[in-house]
Every structure is written in C-alpha cells, then in structure tokens.
C-alpha cells in the first residue's frame, strides 16, 4: 500500500490510500457520512490482488482533516460541491490522462459520485460507477431510524437524532445495540457490528454533525440524471438510513442503469456486511466496462 495527500480545491488536504499492482484495472471508493478508508477493507483485501484500488479519507473523516480546522476563510467546507472538488482532486492525483477506473460510492459516497457528475474530471475517468446505499434527496424524510410513521415529527426528530453535537464516546455493548438498530441488520455479525462501532466511533464529532447538516438539505435528484454512464444500484432490503424506496427512484433516473440489487435482510452498511456481493458488483463493472479479462487478472496478479 501507498498513501498519497491530494489537494482539493479550496486547499483542503485528502488522505489517499493506493492499493495493489501500478497498470492494473483501477477502482476508486468513496465512503460514507461517519467512515473512513477502512470502511473497505474487505473490498480492498479482495479486489487488490488484480486491480489498482484507491480509497480516500472524505475531508473531516480517518486521515484527512476536517475542513472547520484547516485554519483558512473562503473554501467550501461541508457541502456537495466540497464532495465533488475532492473526488476530482483524488481522481487527479491517482489516474492518468484519459485513464478509466469503476467508481464505488457507499451512502455519502455514492452523493459524492452523483455531486460530481457534471464535472470534466469525474466524466473523463468514471467508465461505470457503483451506487451503494445511498439516495439523492429526502433523507430525513424517509429515514426509518425513529419508531414512527412519516411526516413532520419523524423528519423532526430524525434530524435531531442524526444531526447531534453530543460526542459518541467509547464503543460498548450498549452503543452498538443502537449503532446496530439504526445502520445494520437485524441478522449482523457481533464482530461486523463491532466494527462498524469502532469506525463510526472514532469519526470527529465536528466533522459528524457538519457533514449531517448537507445531507439533512440534500438535493441531488437532478445529478442522478446526469450520471451518464453505467450504472449498478445496491440496497439492503433492512436499510434505515436509506431504505430502498431511494435506490428504486434512482433506477428510474437513471440514464444507464445495469440494475437494482437488493440484498435481503442487510442494512446501511452493506459493504462490511454483505463484502462478498458488494465485491461481485465492482469486479462485474470491471470485467464489462474496463476490459478486464482473465488474461488480465492473472497479468495483474504476477
């Protein structure tokens, strides 16, 4: 593994992780709200052994410092656009001119590749994405993480839920009760579940609640439609955060879609629960839209 700093637009710093052989077929990930690189571990452990996988801290997240402590006026801070500048900035620094990568993006993550779809950079390098739990708009509203029915009292209340100042603190059996109830399936492994615990735990607090006030306004409905590139779409059918009526209107959206995968029983955080699905959806985009072959994994793992 090599790790590199690419610098966003407003001078922001981003942690970069690059793993496996220079000149394999390149796959980027881009975590979501609370996450870090190591969110994909098991992705990486996987998919580095014949391709080139980049995976970056978002500003405020693991190894890339929050955009409130950077100590300058005038750049982007939290926002979508901050999304998009940092996605090109680690595009920029990682691939060549003209070279292709599948782009993989879990919850914030996929925002993050739906902000940055207009862009020049994101269209130059993106040859197929992967949407992972996410949604464009309305996440408040349809988040089930608070026990009631819709309209203005849960959309309230979720919004105060999601977007608290309080600090997390240590990882205990009782936070992980919540942390499970709110992200995961009811079926999760302990050891997936604490692992997901220890992430979203050691997540500052400023950088949690100054990311959840742009997804608590998010609108990202129109960027769906400019995705103009193939697309695959993954759910978990148990999905609080975002249940799987947002991966449905993205499918409709969508110019190019490959498909909607809903995985049974799984929650938010389908990448650590489900590695083995979410691992077959990016080597299908690669094998079909980067031209990889079997010839070419074996090259890539010699």
Do not use: N
């Not at 900035?89 to 060549?96: D, M, Q, R, S, Y």
């Not at 975002?242 to 110019?255: I, K, N, Q, W, Y």
């Amino acid at each position: 593994m090599s790790a590199l700093t690419a610098t966003s637009a407003d001078g922001s710093r981003i942690h970069v992780e690059v793993h496996g052989r220079a000149g394999a077929p390149a796959v980027v990930l881009a975590h979501g709200w609370t996450c870090s690189t190591r969110f994909w571990d098991a992705q990486i452990r996987d998919l580095a052994a014949d391709h080139r996988v980049i995976a970056y801290d978002q500003r405020g997240h693991g190894g890339s410092p929050a955009a409130d402590t950077l100590g300058r006026t005038g750049g982007r801070g939290y926002s979508t656009e901050a999304l998009a500048d940092d996605l090109e900035a680690v595009l920029a620094a990682t691939l060549g001119p003209g070279e292709r990568a599948v782009l993989a993006g879990h919850s914030m993550g996929g925002m993050t590749l739906m902000a940055a779809a207009r862009r020049p950079l994101f269209r130059q390098h993106a040859a197929a994405a992967l949407l992972c739990s996410t949604g464009p708009a309305l996440l408040t509203e349809e988040a089930l993480v608070v026990p009631l029915g819709p309209g203005r009292l849960r959309t309230r209340l979720t919004r105060s839920v999601l977007g608290s100042k309080a600090p997390l603190g240590p990882v205990t059996p009782i936070s992980k009760k919540v942390l499970k109830y709110a992200t995961m399936g009811p079926g999760s492994a302990p050891e997936r579940v604490d692992a997901c615990a220890r992430i979203v735990h050691a997540c500052p607090r400023g950088a949690r609640h100054g990311w959840s006030q742009v997804l608590a306004g998010l609108d990202l409905a129109a960027e769906v439609r400019e995705l103009r590139l193939p697309v695959a779409v993954v759910v978990g059918t148990a999905d609080r955060l975002t249940p799987p009526v947002h991966s449905r209107r993205m499918v409709a959206d969508l110019p190019h879609c490959t498909g909607l995968t809903e995985l049974a029983g799984m929650g938010h955080m389908t990448p650590v629960e489900a590695p083995e699905a979410v691992t077959a959806q990016i080597r299908e985009l690669t094998l079909t839209y980067l031209g990889v072959t079997e010839q070419t994994v074996k090259e890539a793992g010699a």
